[in-house]
């Protein structure tokens, strides 16, 4: 019956420890890829004001549905990156991946930051389907929510920020940004969605 206990107990901790560094194993992971460096203006619960600096994106515009949009634009973007559609080294990935209508919801514009060491002359120039711009310095206005980000999700999120924004007599520009942290294998309640407004 002892021999018992103490197998049970080797094998429990045993079991802890594997799930202890495979979380530690994820979180550096997920933690160590490159985000825009804003500054933040104003915390207002889950509603924020950020000062973004200027930025580099690579773009594919796709056409369809948001979630047929992404998953071309990814598959585009990662091909330019990983340098499988082109020649020179890789490209670090970065986060988030932003979303932006460009045609009601019949097509969307998919983005990657570039990582920030890069100047626009720096990069390599992409294949067919994608293109490369430079965003402006910009104040934007964010809401942030966690989980697996559905269409109704953004949506209402969307609402919400606008409402928001509107209250403090700010003027959106633009677009909504869907903007997604995560990678499809990161736990729901542990994922970062956000919704971005630009203002004037």
Do not use: C
């Not at 200027?54 to 990814?74: C, K, S």
């Not at 003027?171 to 995560?182: H, N, S, V």
């Amino acid at each position: 019956m002892r021999r018992g206990i103490v197998v049970l107990a080797t094998l429990t901790a045993g079991v802890s420890a594997l799930a202890i560094a495979m979380v530690g194993g994820w979180y550096w992971i997920t933690h160590s890829v490159e985000q825009p460096a804003y500054s933040v203006v104003e915390v207002d619960g889950v509603y924020e004001l950020r000062d973004y600096p200027e930025m580099v994106v690579a773009e594919a515009d796709t056409r369809g549905g948001r979630q047929d949009g992404v998953r071309q634009g990814f598959r585009a973007l990662a091909a330019y990156i990983f340098a499988k559609n082109r020649a020179g080294d890789t490209i670090a990935m970065t986060a988030p991946v932003i979303q932006e209508p460009a045609d009601g919801a019949a097509r969307w514009q998919i983005r990657f930051v570039m990582p920030s060491e890069y100047a626009l002359e720096d990069l390599p120039p992409p294949a067919e389907g994608v293109v490369l711009e430079r965003w402006p310095a910009a104040r934007k206005a964010a809401i942030r929510f966690g989980g697996v980000a559905g269409d109704g999700d953004f949506e209402r999120h969307e609402d919400r920020l606008r409402g928001w924004v509107a209250a403090r007599g700010l003027t959106p520009e633009g677009q909504a940004l869907y903007a997604y942290y995560d990678d499809p294998w990161t736990p729901g309640f542990l994922r970062r969605n956000e919704v971005l407004l630009r203002l004037q």
